[in-house]
């Protein structure tokens, strides 16, 4: 409603809203007996941010089981600055169940926005642009770059590789020359107001998007 921006409405203050369940229902003689469940979240509850199928799962057996359908598709992000969209990206990445986050350049990377999503993906870190090509390489993996530079072309009309690694550059900077020369093409997302670019976890997820709508089925 409008002016309802300090969480008020007409029927008073907004109620806290519950994530997640309580204690398995029925106590420990109702407990199922089945190793993926995790006794500590089947006594106390299990609040976690993660789907209903999951719910009471040991982190370790959501990870096997998400191993079983991870999407061809790999997520790479140039670490120049302590960038706070990194988190972002991973947390978006995890949403796509992708094959592997890759942070290149600097190992340490702004976890806070990915809301532990990492825990469920697998990071990899590579030192500098030539240990990731190589990396690229040996797994028959494109390197596509996701940037509005000289050269570019359009990510809205043509088919992206099936077995790619999207690339995203910092927020200051962008990609790297380095990055760019590594990158088999480049694409960006158009844009039609006045501003140059748009957030670098806003882009990764239109580029996760624009991948997914090609080659995930329903
Ligand atoms: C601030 S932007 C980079 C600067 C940009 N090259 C420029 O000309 O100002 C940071 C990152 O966000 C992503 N990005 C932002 N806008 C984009 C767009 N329109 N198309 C593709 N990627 C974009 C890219 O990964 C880019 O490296």
Redesign the pocket.
């Given at each position: 409603m409008d002016g309802d921006i300090d969480g008020e409405h007409d029927g008073g203050p907004t109620p806290e809203r519950e994530v997640g369940v309580g204690p398995w229902p029925g106590g420990r003689e109702a407990w199922p007996e089945d190793e993926r469940y995790d006794p500590e979240l089947l006594e106390h509850g299990d609040r976690r941010n993660v789907v209903d199928g999951y719910r009471y799962w040991r982190l370790e057996a959501i990870v096997a089981d998400l191993d079983t359908r991870r999407a061809p598709l790999h997520v790479a992000i140039e670490n120049l600055e302590h960038d706070a969209n990194i988190g972002s990206i991973v947390r978006t990445a995890n949403a796509y169940n992708v094959a592997g986050v890759h942070v290149v350049g600097r190992r340490r990377w702004n976890r806070r926005g990915a809301m532990v999503t990492d825990r469920y993906l697998h990071v990899h870190h590579h030192p500098d642009v030539a240990a990731f090509a190589a990396w690229a390489e040996s797994e028959g993996v494109v390197v596509v770059g996701?940037?509005?530079?000289p050269g570019s072309t359009p990510i809205e009309t043509f088919r992206l590789p099936m077995r790619t690694v999207l690339v995203?550059?910092?927020?200051?900077?962008?990609?790297s020359e380095e990055m760019q020369r590594a990158c088999a093409e480049i694409?960006?997302?158009t844009?039609h107001g006045s501003t140059?670019?748009?957030?670098?976890g806003a882009?990764a997820a239109v580029a996760m998007f624009a991948w997914a709508t090609q080659h995930l089925a329903r």
């Open positions: 996701i940037d509005n530079v995203f550059g910092s927020e200051g900077p962008g990609l694409r960006h997302i844009q140059r670019s748009i957030n670098a882009a």
